[in-house]
T-cell receptor, first 118, second 115 residues
Framework: AQSVTQLGSHVSVSEGALVLLRCNYS??????LFWYVQYPNQGLQLLLK??????LVKGINGFEAEFKKSETSVHLTKPSAHMSDAAEYFC????????????????FGGGTRLMVKP | EPEVTQTPSHQVTQMGQEVILRCVPI?????FYWYRQILGQKVEFLVS????????KSEIFDDQFSVERPDGSNFTLKIRSTKLEDSAMYFC?????????????FGPGTRLLVL
């Protein structure tokens, strides 16, 4: 069974500071990895995903994540926080299924609420 | 840009009542999902649906729950007799068959409160 752990339910940074949100996963085989963001009163929006290839993945809004198989981690970073980055961030994994497979349910971490101080 | 929509955004119901949560997936997507998030807890998978049948379901998805695609655009989640513990945010998601097929696109959610 897969599991996802996000370290820190709340993270607070100053505007302009580095953002680092941590995610570790447990899976019998390397899964697909996703980061979603949820702004207040909105749904889950995909930030980035890792499926194969380059382990450093760039997403939207200046975020990126590095998949480290040896550490089973996919931490999310952004060099300089902006006030608009305040939101809840979710790390998720799914099995490596083929495109026609009906599965690939997502297993989510507990989420990290990012607060950005002026 | 196409998006998943859900109605209603909020629903309050009495314990024991039936509720139907509605979702309109992205039009060319064929795989559909329901997830829920109880306040303060993780987002949890409920069920996946493809080709007019359930593909996978979690332990949460018991006989009180059902899903249906009543027409070419809607995807519904029915809770037959709601319990207090069904209070949660319910998210619908869909994914395509080609292109970005690994990616599930989520709706804004329906917040259900059972009194």
């Amino acid at each position: 069974a897969q599991s996802v752990t996000q370290l820190g339910s709340h993270v607070s940074v100053s505007e302009g500071a580095l953002v680092l949100l941590r995610c570790n996963y447990s899976s019998s085989v390397p899964p697909y990895l996703f980061w979603y963001v949820q702004y207040p009163n909105q749904g889950l929006q995909l930030l980035l995903k890792y499926t194969t290839g380059a382990t450093l993945v760039k997403g939207i809004n200046g975020f990126e994540a590095e998949f480290k198989k040896s550490e089973t981690s996919v931490h999310l970073t952004k060099p300089s926080a902006h006030m608009s980055d305040a939101a809840e961030y979710f790390c998720a994994v799914s099995d490596r299924v083929w495109a026609g497979g009906a599965g690939n349910m997502l297993t989510f971490g507990g989420g990290t609420r990012l607060m950005v101080k002026p | 840009e196409p998006e998943v929509t859900q109605t209603p955004s909020h629903q309050v119901t009495q314990m024991g009542q039936e509720v139907i949560l509605r979702c309109v997936p992205i039009s060319n997507h064929l795989y559909f999902y329901w997830y829920r998030q109880i306040l303060g807890q993780k987002v949890e998978f409920l069920v996946s649906f493809y080709n007019n049948e359930i593909s996978e379901k979690s332990e949460i998805f018991d006989d009180q729950f059902s899903v249906e695609r009543p027409d070419g655009s809607n995807f519904t989640l029915k809770i037959r007799s709601t319990k207090l513990e069904d209070s949660a945010m319910y998210f619908c998601a869909s994914r395509p068959t080609g292109g970005e097929w690994e990616t599930q696109y989520f709706g804004p959610g329906t917040r259900l409160l059972v009194l």
